[in-house]
């Protein structure tokens, strides 16, 4: 690469050993920095994680609005009425509440237009012929999906939490069992919600970068995440298809309450960690298997 | 120019390009062609077969034009040259390595501009190009600003590095896609259809750009349908009929094909042309002052030696080139799309 550079000068000096490359990681961070700032610079995607922001302020101005004077008021969901004593709540209420539509909305946005979205503007051969590698473009995809995943968990929970602290009392809290806590382990509790929850929807994101794969209608991928998202929440709330509960993506979702109360269930959140993994697992080897086999014609 | 435009055989001229791209670690001595191709078949899912038993050859140094009709099978086959598509069957190969197997290690002395420009709207030229600099596992990534600056400059695009994508002309679009191919030293260059959509001021920069290229030394392949383009700046073409290569060689060699004739400015026209039909020459026509003929083995020289003998007076004589448009429309036969 010694005269690499100089592609001013007559690219003559064909005669370049390939030695000065860098070495296969640090040459795949780069392709993952690259990727992560096409994602996070993307207007589209600033509008989503501003929504994410904006939807737990709104919701604790209207639990602030409704809230019972006295703060002794046994209506409502246990959440709700734990939310009275203390801000904190408003993470997991917001959480609960965004985990049925629009987090994985996100998630989908984003995964659906992975592959789909390159393919669509053409961008896909471009990085193909570099040679950008099927393989090394995947995994960096794949991994800016977890980290936006992550990312828009995160600003929920901390949307949450300032709202909260702003419009409730903050302090020691209480959980679902009926314990309390101090105020850090109930911080601690919340940091493990949102790990938990990045996970779920990094299980997503894998559906939607397989998804990703076969089309060049970064819409239509979007669409098709989405739809299977809800469709498997439906499946989840109808009592004959029981069988399958387990077994859809989304009836893990909810099960992060365990982590709200003492001790923690850890046998529910396992598995729910475990179908996590079996879903990206699966879903990014069919992404693999079609991707590096397809024809990219677009 | 000079380099890359003698018009000798494609085995001479495996031996200048030896010399000046010292090229791949394989065993010295004449290195192997840019690009060959052998038994090269794509048939689609649909069963459509886009491409059928390709061979193609592509000697180091030479400017290449690849030619045929829109849907000839040009596309097809160079996104399997570029291992964008698996051929059903049949091998490529690029200075010497086989793709798609050995493509990670080829591609990157490989340049390309495949089916006009695709980039990110919303990004800067600039930004584009980073975009595919950081795909580049071999590019040195504490010299990218240098890079790219030197590849925008490259193509007279360096005052418009800040504008946004979606704000170029498509000639400016054009000459980003062509700059992906510069930012790195390369051995080979292929260009699918780089003067498509340009007008003619664009078709000239992108040609003289091309030239520049192959005076470096560089093997360059570009596709086209138009034939201008073509004749102006290639050493060697192939024609594509249909998924089918049916002409591959020299400008010369084409040429050569085509059936040349002798035209004769005389007042004498019935003399000259009893004089052309003794001489054995065929399909001899008169026309205003001239006597033209279908010329085969006989020298041109000796032609005109008889014809003074015979007591015509001679004013002109000329043997033209023979239309290479012609020729084209007769290879790939009535769909040829000359006006693009």
Do not use: C, K
């Given at each position: 690469m010694s005269t690499?550079?100089?592609?001013?000068?007559?690219?003559?000096?064909?005669?370049?050993?390939?030695?000065?490359?860098p070495g296969a990681i640090p040459a795949w961070l780069r392709l993952l920095r690259s990727e992560l700032r096409l994602v996070f610079r993307r207007l589209r995607n600033l509008a989503l994680l501003a929504v994410l922001a904006a939807l737990p302020v709104l919701l604790g101005i209207a639990l602030r609005l409704a809230a019972p004077r006295g703060g002794d008021g046994d209506a409502g969901s246990s959440f709700i009425s734990q939310l009275a004593g203390n801000g904190v709540f408003l993470a997991f209420i917001a959480i609960t509440l965004m985990i049925a539509l629009v987090l994985p909305l996100a998630i989908a946005v984003v995964s659906g237009d992975s592959v789909a979205g390159e393919a669509g503007l053409g961008t896909l051969r471009y990085l193909l012929t570099v040679p950008a590698g099927r393989t090394r473009l995947l995994a960096a995809k794949y991994v800016a999906i977890v980290v936006f995943g992550l990312s828009a968990c995160c600003v929920v929970v901390a949307a949450a939490l300032a709202t909260g602290a702003a419009l409730f009392p903050v302090g020691p809290v209480t959980l679902l069992s009926g314990n309390t806590v101090p105020l850090g382990q109930g911080l601690l509790r919340v940091l493990f919600v949102t790990l938990y929850v990045a996970g779920a929807m990094?299980?997503?994101?894998?559906?939607?970068?397989?998804?990703?794969?076969?089309?060049?209608?970064?819409?239509?991928?979007?669409?098709?995440?989405?739809?299977?998202?809800?469709?498997?929440?439906?499946?989840?709330?109808?009592?004959?298809?029981?069988?399958?509960?387990?077994?859809?993506?989304?009836?893990?979702?909810?099960?992060?309450?365990?982590?709200?109360?003492?001790?923690?269930?850890?046998?529910?959140?396992?598995?729910?960690?475990?179908?996590?993994?079996?879903y990206a697992v699966v879903f990014c080897a069919i992404a693999w298997a079609r991707f590096t086999s397809t024809d990219v014609t677009a | 120019m000079s380099a890359a435009g003698t018009d000798t055989g494609p085995a001479a001229h495996a031996g200048p390009g030896a010399g000046a791209s010292a090229g791949p670690p394989g065993p010295p001595g004449s290195p192997a062609p840019a690009i060959t191709t052998s038994g090269l078949t794509k048939r689609f899912r649909g069963g459509q077969l886009a491409v059928d038993d390709l061979g193609l050859a592509v000697p180091r140094g030479s400017v290449y034009g690849f030619l045929g009709p829109n849907g000839s099978g040009k596309t097809t086959t160079i996104r399997m040259l570029l291992g964008l598509i698996y051929p059903t069957r049949g091998s490529v190969r690029l200075l010497g390595d086989p793709v798609p197997g050995a493509a990670a290690r080829v591609l990157p002395r490989v340049g390309s501009l495949v089916e006009g420009p695709a980039f990110y709207p919303y990004l800067s030229g600039r930004a584009n190009l980073a975009r595919i600099d950081a795909a580049d596992r071999t590019a040195d990534p504490r010299m990218a600003a240098a890079r790219i600056d030197a590849a925008l400059d490259r193509v007279g695009l360096l005052s418009a590095a800040k504008k946004r994508y979606r704000a170029y002309s498509l000639g400016m679009k054009q000459r980003l896609?062509?700059?992906?191919?510069?930012?790195?030293?390369?051995?080979?260059?292929?260009?699918?259809?780089?003067?498509?959509?340009?007008?003619?001021?664009?078709?000239?920069?992108?040609?003289?750009?091309?030239r520049e290229i192959a005076t470096d030394g560089v093997t360059v392949l570009v596709s086209s349908h138009l034939l201008a383009e073509v004749e102006q700046i290639c050493t060697h073409v192939g024609v594509?009929?249909?998924?089918?290569?049916?002409?591959?060689?020299?400008?010369?060699?084409?040429?050569?094909?085509?059936?040349?004739?002798?035209?004769?400015?005389?007042?004498?026209?019935?003399?000259?042309a009893q004089t052309l039909t003794a001489l054995g020459l065929t399909d001899v026509r008169s026309a205003d002052s001239e006597v033209s003929a279908q010329l085969s083995d006989q020298a041109p020289e000796r032609i005109c030696r008889e014809l003074v003998l015979a007591g015509v007076g001679v004013a002109g004589l000329d043997t033209p080139r023979p239309n290479l448009e012609d020729l084209f429309v007769g290879l790939t036969g009535e769909g040829f799309d000359v006006d693009g």
């Open positions: 690499a550079e100089a592609t001013a000068v007559p690219p003559a000096g064909a005669a370049d050993q390939p030695a000065r490359s990094a299980a997503l994101g894998a559906i939607g970068l397989a998804v990703s794969t076969f089309t060049e209608h970064p819409i239509g991928a979007i669409a098709t995440v989405l739809v299977l998202a809800v469709v498997s929440e439906i499946a989840d709330n109808i009592p004959q298809f029981a069988v399958v509960h387990p077994y859809l993506p989304s009836h893990w979702w909810l099960f992060f309450d365990s982590l709200l109360r003492t001790p923690i269930a850890t046998t529910d959140l396992l598995h729910g960690l475990l179908s996590f993994g079996a | 896609a062509i700059s992906t191919s510069l930012l790195q030293p390369r051995e080979l260059i292929i260009l699918d259809e780089p003067t498509n959509g340009l007008d003619p001021q664009g078709t000239r920069e992108v040609r003289s750009l091309i594509m009929r249909t998924g089918r290569l049916v002409f591959q060689g020299t400008l010369d060699e084409l040429r050569s094909l085509g059936s040349r004739r002798i035209v004769i400015r005389t007042a004498q026209l019935g003399e000259a």
